[in-house]
């Protein structure tokens, strides 16, 4: 199995600013990623994260708005950038493990006012 | 490409009652199919999984068979309890889409009353 931390793990945040979620794992893994999932809705994958490459987005969402960080095999760091109350939602990073199964941090619930 | 379909909740039992949640597929290739549960105010955890057909997953009680004749895997519980109280995700991932990507049912809220 693997354990993800996630930080904040909720916040509330004012319009036009921007939100840096963090995710570390407790062992290396390849791809990381990153999903939303908006009040009462199932989750979406934003975006996937490899380590020394640009990460790979999901059709509608964009680097400019979430920006991706993924400095080494156990870290990784999703912005919410210039945000606004459709943004919203609770945020979720995920890894694979070995037994063919995704884990996923606690989550970071978002709210924008 | 890849989609799951989940029947719509709430669904709501009483204790000790038999419990199904639907869930059928469209998928090219062999995916892998999970059942994950959100507890309130948690986040996601795995509750099942089977990665090829005729599987049988299973853990705390629940069941899902992996059927590829009728794309189906669905959840089944003999006697929910008040704390099976939860939002249960139905996904599958792998398949010619893609290995790695997980993609979600809608989720089915389950409230169990005593």
């Known amino acids: 199995s693997a354990v993800i931390s996630q930080k904040p793990s909720r916040d509330i945040c004012q319009r036009g600013t921007s939100l840096t979620i963090q995710c570390q794992v407790d062992s290396q893994v390849t791809m990381m990623f990153w999903y939303r999932q908006q009040p009462g809705q199932s989750l979406t994958l934003i975006a996937t994260?490899?380590?020394?490459?640009?990460?790979?987005?999901e059709s509608g969402f964009v680097i400019d708005k979430f920006p991706i960080s993924r400095p080494n095999l156990t870290f990784s760091t999703l912005t919410v950038s210039n945000m606004s109350p459709e943004d919203s939602s609770i945020y979720l990073c995920?890894?694979?493990?070995?037994?063919?199964?995704?884990?996923f941090g606690q989550g970071t619930r978002l709210t924008v006012v | 490409g890849n989609s799951v379909t989940q029947m719509e909740g709430p669904v709501t039992l009483s204790e000790e009652a038999f419990l199904t949640i639907n869930c059928t597929y469209t998928?090219?290739?062999?995916?892998?199919l999970f059942w994950y549960v959100q507890y309130p105010g948690e986040g996601l955890q795995l509750l099942l999984k089977a990665t090829k057909a005729d599987d049988k997953g299973s853990n705390k009680g629940f069941e899902a068979t992996y059927r590829k004749e009728t794309t189906s895997f669905h959840l089944e519980k003999g006697s929910v309890q008040v704390s099976d109280s939860a939002v249960y995700f139905c996904?599958?991932?792998?398949?010619?889409?893609?290995?790695?990507?997980?993609?979600f049912g809608s989720g089915t809220r389950l409230l169990v009353r005593p």
């Open positions: 994260a490899n380590q020394g490459s640009e990460a790979t987005y």
């Open positions: 995920s890894v694979w493990g070995a037994g063919a199964e995704a884990f």
């Open positions: 996904a599958l991932s792998g398949g010619v889409d893609s290995s790695y990507k997980l993609i």
């Open positions: 998928a090219t290739g062999y995916p892998s």
